[in-house]
């Protein structure tokens, strides 16, 4: 029987871009947000007692949508990146001997170091993989992981926890989805409301 991915993330186990905010922020339906996902290649459903709620430009981390637990203190951001011009980009680069790159397939790696150091205030943190073959059943991805932290940023302001899950499908797509609480032992199970949202096509 397969193990679901929402087991294997329990919060104990410490585990360019388009942009629709301005600087002072504004709210990004879930009719946009769908808008925008189809077309990089995913499908959301927003989850019931959920509600949109403001993006703004911060230091830490760019997303691109917001959206609250209407019953709890729970809010869940989505950063997507599509990979399409830096693959443009990389096989120009390839044609020129005397340019290096490095696929943009391997860009998620350094990129939810780099996040997740930025909203930790340079903390290291574990990261657990998810499984290929369930990363692709439940999320039609080629790779994903999760990790949890305590916030020390700006962009966390108003949390004390926040769980970092990414994922990314070749040639398509990266994503960070930040769920953030102030409660340890809710955190999973109010997690898992919203964890398959988003999903590649």
């Known amino acids: 029987m397969k193990k679901s991915i929402a087991l294997l993330v329990p919060v104990f186990i410490v585990v360019t871009a388009f942009s629709l ?40 981390l760019y997303y691109c949508f917001a959206m609250k637990d209407t019953s709890a203190d729970f809010e869940v951001r989505y950063s997507i990146w599509s990979l399409k011009s830096a693959l443009v980009e990389y096989d120009r680069c390839k044609a020129d001997p005397k340019c290096s790159s490095i696929h943009p397939d391997k860009l998620i790696y350094g990129r939810v170091q780099s996040n997740v150091l930025n909203m930790t205030a340079g903390a290291s943190m574990d990261y657990s993989p998810f ?26 302001k108003g949390y004390k926890y926040g769980q970092a899950m990414y994922l990314h499908k070749d040639s398509i797509a990266d994503v960070i989805i930040t769920f953030m609480s102030n409660d340890r032992e809710t955190h999973s199970d109010l997690m898992l409301k919203s964890f398959y949202a988003l999903k590649f096509k």
């Open 21 to 60: 905010a301005d600087e002072k922020g504004k709210i990004v339906t879930a009719v946009d947000f769908q808008k925008q996902a189809d077309s990089l290649g995913f499908i959301f459903s927003m989850p019931p007692n959920y509600v949109a709620d403001s993006v703004r430009v911060n230091r830490d």
């Open 131 to 156: 499984g290929t073959r369930a990363v692709g059943n439940e999320f039609n991805a080629d790779a994903g992981g999760s990790s949890f932290f305590e916030f020390n940023c700006e962009f966390g």
